[in-house]
């Protein structure tokens, strides 16, 4: 019986699963086992899968997916991941340490984007908040990052499969009436962000706002209130985005990539003039920040 069971619902993730099974393979902490509960994929996912030597059971949704693995499951603990996570080295360590040492039977961590624009930082910098806070009054946890007990996890049914959506916040809600949910402090994930790209930034917030204000009003999502795909990640935007919401979001990250370009040829000018032979250099340095400056307060005009 290992320690941990890492289950892992796909649906043609051959581009993603192959970086969450590296740094798996990478832990620090080895007494695990890892199922991947497949729903039918037409790539390489299943074959990747096998060649890593991880078990495949026949999976659906996420939350039946979850579920068909966590049945095969021998582990002492559940980690539930997604595939377009990336493990730290020490993750599985730290976590299981702190579960035991806290005597936490469910538990989740942060999560950090695999970004570099200050954007995706700052939202998902307000999700970890949201998750912090929360813990204490309505818990939530993300289903990529949801650690528990099997036996906690047996005791209330694990995921409920007649919820549409927020199945992960379903089942925490429910496991919490036993044991509470906490936030880990020694461990963070990676996480991509195509559902952003594909959703749009602000088209995706207002989705999980709706989400949110039907489990306070209404409770559970049984129904399909907004629309949701399941391996389907290809990068064209949503036709439901609004246009509105779609052009400020180009404005920001726009204004974002000047900014980062502008940091960028501020700290060369800084390197250029510790150099004794700084004049030619700095002519041509100052000359692109200048440009880049117009483009930034006057970008309608060429």
Avoid: W
Avoid at 96 to 123: G, H, N, Q, W, Y
Avoid at 249 to 278: C, G, P
């Amino acid at each position: 019986m290992p320690k941990i069971s890492i289950v892992i619902p796909s649906l043609n993730e051959e581009e993603y699963l192959p970086k969450l099974l590296k740094s798996i393979k990478a832990q620090t902490f080895t007494d695990f086992e890892v199922i991947v509960a497949d729903a039918g994929s037409k790539d390489r996912t299943v074959e990747i899968a096998k060649e890593n030597g991880v078990r495949v059971v026949p999976g659906g949704m996420p939350g039946p997916g979850r579920n068909r693995g966590a049945e095969v499951a021998t582990g002492e603990f559940l980690f539930f991941f997604d595939s377009d996570v990336i493990l730290d080295p020490h993750f599985l360590e730290n976590a299981i340490k702190e579960m035991e040492d806290r005597f936490l039977e469910l538990a989740t961590c942060e999560f950090l984007p695999e970004s570099d624009l200050r954007l995706d930082k700052v939202l998902f910098k307000l999700a970890n908040l949201s998750v912090k806070i929360n813990q204490f009054l309505t818990p939530r946890a993300a289903g990529f990052c949801i650690f528990i007990s099997r036996r906690l996890f047996k005791r209330v049914g694990g995921f409920d499969e007649n919820v549409k959506l927020a199945e992960d916040h379903d089942l925490v809600t429910r496991a919490s009436q036993y044991r509470p949910l906490r936030m880990l402090n020694n461990v963070t994930l990676t996480v991509s962000i195509r559902r952003l790209r594909k959703e749009g930034r602000f088209s995706l917030i207002g989705k999980y706002i709706q989400v949110e204000t039907h489990l306070l009003l209404k409770g559970k999502v049984t129904e399909d209130i907004v629309e949701y795909e399941f391996g389907n990640f290809e990068k064209q935007e949503s036709e439901t985005v609004k246009k509105t919401l779609d052009e400020l979001e180009a404005k920001i990250l726009q204004m974002e990539e000047q900014y980062n370009q502008l940091s960028k040829k501020y700290t060369e000018f800084q390197t250029i003039l510790k150099d004794s032979d700084v004049t030619e250099k700095v002519k041509g340095t100052v000359e692109s920040v200048v440009s880049l400056v117009k483009t930034i307060f006057e970008p309608n005009k060429k």
